[in-house]
């Protein structure tokens, strides 16, 4: 079965530059990533600020190119598809449901674009189908003419749902879809993700930083640290045994409504990740709990092994 | 200033440009004379309320011209010279500064590079050379503002287009297949334009004044077409013994400019242009 | 013995919007409290009304606003900012914009000190220097001739608290302080003020819309919702025997690692938080309400689970659905 999604050592730099009493800095945002997701898969990406998961997002979607690497959309390399046909594959989902709708835009028209922009589509058929899809996202059809500012947060994200599904795409990228709305909301539009996959057979990547969000979703996770996957695994496998020490320090971190437990001690130290300055060796070891002397010596290598790969020092 | 205030001085500055624009059009309907015609048995009568008579209720110039003709033909001169100006100098701006803003990278330090230079050429020079080998004109008025006053479009268009660029709507609608022109057209466009707006307002303005000025120094609009510059200017010589030569056009120009400020500042806080983007 | 902050009855009103509805509180020295809720609800303008910051236009009304014997409604605004940063203090969510980027750090600190004491330079910066040592905070001295641009997300709101702390508060209220934090750093930052709570007797007010957060650091909890205050109770008590629809509603949302049934999709509460206009009459929440009746349009009671549980609801205690 081909790969829905395949990455091969996918890298993308930035320049910073300094101006003119400092040098410019090398942002190495992602450092070499590789997976591959099945289709009807979810492959959950959780990390935190700084390390790259959403500019891996965009370079998925294609809207950023790659400075090495490849990325095969169905078997395709993506740069060769157009446009059109890649609109047709893989949509996304931001975060923002704020500044992810264009304000001077009736829902309508939002909606549509994706079906206008395909060309030969005629207006009546594009109506159509921009109800239908109100409707499933579970939107009145009253909606269509209102403008974002007048929808609340879960609203608009219903509303960027339908935009990317109108074109019935194979793969959707959710880029933190919840973190800006309310705990009562988010559940709302995780639900109604889960069910639209099930519906329509959707291949998802889902980054978020929440990492109990992600096992409930999610079927594939992959945990991202300063540009690379530091483990992937099957989502009950991960949770339940953790093997990379970031992973395990995560987990650790997540505080569960269980009164009485206080704050866990996670061991990381001060430093804070500068994707402008990736460590030594193991890119984790300034902040690893439980580091050697070797692991700012040499670099890890993936072990993979039983669908599970960890990139530790400490592992190989 | 608090809301009402602001509100009253906006509609202060609509009526007042709304006034001129109405006076322009149907100038040839309101005026008593003809603004060229001259009448040299009767120059420099003052104007009705100093002694003059009611044939000429603003008086007469130095050639006997009635002046309340010249005065509202005049406007003609200066709403459409404000209004080509601004088209040309918003059209050449604009495009330049959202391409900049948008692409960034090399065309956005070709951009800059031109916005420099543009910023480092003097206007009267240019305007002096242009005359001494074009002649002056309307037209050649027209398009010396029009080639020079673009630079704030620019600049203006750049920045905004810069903040839409980074927001998601817009990685929407690449992820969603639209062409460049699509997003540039009908996503960026129509999120920069109530600052735009702000900025034509203040550039007419401009554009008028400078004309005035041109037209003072005699590289403006050529004599005998009743530019309020060129009615300063050639009332300077009877300042003293004929003031209301220079004052009524001196006043009508400050007049309008003031009302095309007021009409900017509340378009900017109508379009919301003055919070960030 | 006294409570450090009483506040019974507060009203909040912002031309026609009713932010917050008659909502009391009680806070006890050392004791942390938290106040938990959804956007919209009111409680970060509890906060600012507590600490007479509430933006221009907004109508503030209260029986009682009490911080130790002060009363805060009869405080003109000099008497205030002489308590705020004193006896009496308050962190932010955002350390991006919290620090002024135009001073160093030192320079910021030492400015709150000179604003309550008679301090001069060199005991000002050993003072800074020392509660920045306090929060964990390595190379203190460097850190002092530092700008807010040259420190990570975490190290600045270490800051922030530590300039809270300058001048020994009794109560600290930190509104969502660990909201725009990466997950690790946060409970770096919730066991600092764990600890700085027990060392110095503090108590903390702590707002936050995170569950998770409110069963680990409070001690008790009231839940906010349109407005008001729907249930209040020791925080083993909350968790246990949730009684209000709101609270289990919020509690079923959550999801939790290890416990996620993955087939069955997450409790939700149906719609929005509601805008509520001055003269509203009923609960606020009846509109999303699966217990909702006609009463509820009505005056809604205040009752008790225990002596020191209590919720606004028609609902008998230990309600089931099925009733």
């Keep these: ?316 | 200033m608090n809301l009402s205030v602001r509100s009253l001085a906006t509609t202060l500055g609509g009526v007042i440009v709304g006034g001129v624009l109405l006076v322009a059009i149907f100038a040839p309907l309101l005026a008593p004379h003809d603004p060229y015609a001259q009448d040299l048995m009767r120059r420099l009568v003052p104007p009705e309320w100093m002694g003059g008579t009611p044939l000429n209720p603003l008086g007469t110039d130095q050639l006997g011209r009635d002046y309340l003709s010249r005065l509202l033909y005049g406007a003609r001169i200066s709403m459409l010279i404000g209004t080509m100006a601004v088209v040309t100098s918003g059209a050449i701006g604009i495009t330049l500064g959202v391409l900049g803003g948008y692409f960034g990278g090399r065309v956005d330090d070709m951009v800059m590079f031109v916005i420099t230079t543009r910023l480092s050429i003097p206007l009267i020079l240019v305007a002096l050379t242009v005359v001494a080998l074009v002649g002056s004109s309307l037209t050649v008025v027209v398009l010396t503002l029009g080639l020079l006053l673009w630079d704030r479009f620019a600049v203006v268009a750049r920045t905004t287009t810069m903040q839409v660029r980074n927001l998601d709507y817009i990685a929407a609608a690449q992820a969603a297949g639209a062409s460049r022109v699509h997003i540039l057209l009908r996503e960026v466009l129509p999120n920069i334009v109530s600052h735009l707006v702000v900025v034509a307002t203040l550039e007419m303005a401009l554009a008028i004044l400078l004309e005035a000025a041109l037209s003072f120094l005699g590289l403006g609009v050529p004599p005998p077409l009743p530019s309020w510059g060129l009615m300063i200017a050639e009332g300077k010589d009877y300042m003293f013994f004929s003031p209301w030569v220079i004052m009524i056009p001196g006043i009508t120009l400050f007049v309008l400019v003031l009302g095309i400020n007021l009409l900017g500042d509340g378009l900017r806080d109508l379009l919301g242009a003055g919070r960030r983007v | 013995m006294s409570p450090v902050l009483e506040v019974s009855n507060l009203r909040v009103r912002f031309g026609q919007t009713a932010a917050v509805r008659g909502v009391s509180l009680r806070i006890q020295r050392g004791e942390s409290h938290c106040l938990v809720g959804e956007s919209g609800c009111g409680k970060s303008v509890t906060a600012l009304a507590v600490m007479g910051l509430l933006a221009r236009g907004a109508e503030r009304q209260a029986d009682v606003l009490r911080f130790h014997d002060h009363d805060l409604s009869q405080l003109n605004e000099r008497g205030m900012s002489r308590l705020r940063g004193d006896k009496l203090a308050m962190i932010f969510q955002e350390p991006m914009t919290s620090l002024n980027p135009a001073y160093t750090i030192g320079s910021q600190m030492t400015e709150v000190l000179a604003r309550h004491r008679r301090i001069d330079r060199r005991a000002a910066r050993e003072r800074a220097a020392e509660l920045l040592g306090r929060v964990g905070i390595t190379a203190p001295g460097l850190r002092l001739g530092q700008y807010p641009h040259q420190l990570s997300g975490g190290l600045r709101q270490r800051v922030m608290i530590a300039t809270a702390l300058l001048c020994d508060p009794e109560l600290l209220i930190a509104d969502e302080p660990t909201t725009a934090l990466d997950v690790t750093v946060q409970a770096q930052i919730l066991r600092l003020l764990q600890r700085l709570q027990r060392e110095l007797g503090l108590a903390l007010l702590l707002i936050t819309h995170d569950l998770g957060i409110v069963a680990r650091m409070a001690q008790r909890v009231s839940v906010m919702y349109a407005g008001q205050v729907v249930e209040s109770a020791p925080v083993k008590a909350l968790f246990a025997a949730p009684t209000h629809p709101y609270t289990r509603g919020l509690l079923e949302c959550i999801p939790v690692p290890g416990t996620s049934r993955r087939d069955l999709p997450l409790g939700s509460i149906p719609g929005t938080v509601p805008r509520i206009a001055p003269g509203f009459v009923g609960c606020g929440f009846r509109d999303r309400c699966a217990q909702a009746a006609e009463v509820c349009a009505g005056t809604v009671p205040t009752q008790r689970m225990a002596d020191d549980h209590a919720y606004l609801c028609r609902l008998a205690p230990g309600w089931s659905a099925a009733a």
């Design chain 1, 1 to 316: 079965m081909t790969a829905a999604i395949a990455l091969h050592d996918v890298r993308r730099s930035f320049i910073s530059r300094g101006g003119m009493f400092a040098p410019d800095r090398v942002v190495r945002a992602v450092d070499g990533v590789s997976a591959s997701l099945d289709p009807g898969g979810v492959l959950g990406i959780v990390g935190e600020s700084g390390c790259g998961k959403s500019t891996l997002a965009r370079i998925i979607l294609g809207l950023l190119p790659a400075s090495a690497g490849e990325v095969l959309v169905e078997g395709r390399p993506l740069d060769a598809l157009d446009r059109r046909k890649r609109a047709r594959l893989i949509q996304p989902v931001f975060q923002d449901p704020f500044s992810s709708l264009n304000p001077r835009q009736r829902v309508r028209d939002i909606v549509a674009l994706p079906l206008a922009a395909q060309g030969g589509v005629p207006a009546e058929e594009r109506g159509r189908r921009v109800a239908a899809m109100l409707e499933r996202v579970g939107l009145s059809a009253a909606m269509a003419e209102r403008l974002p500012a007048e929808l609340s947060g879960g609203q608009r994200q219903r509303v960027a749902i339908a935009r990317a599904l109108v074109l019935r795409p194979r793969i959707v990228v959710c880029d933190e879809p919840t973190s800006a709305l309310d705990v009562s909301v988010q559940a709302q539009i995780l639900n109604l993700l889960a069910e639209l996959r099930r519906d329509l057979g959707l291949t998802l990547v889902f980054i978020s930083h929440n990492l109990a969000v992600v096992e409930h979703i999610a079927t594939e996770v992959a945990v991202m640290y300063l540009g690379r996957f530091v483990e992937q695994a099957p989502v009950e496998a991960l949770f339940r045994d953790p093997r990379h020490p970031y992973t395990r320090a995560l987990l650790a971190s997540v505080l569960t409504p269980e009164p009485g437990k206080g704050i866990p001690e996670v061991g990381l130290g001060e430093s804070y990740p500068d994707p402008a300055n990736i460590p030594a060796g193991c890119r984790f070891h300034p902040r690893c709990p439980v580091a050697e002397g070797r692991c700012a010596e040499m670099a890890p290598v993936g072990v993979t092994q039983a669908g599970r790969m960890v990139e530790c020092v400490l592992e190989g």
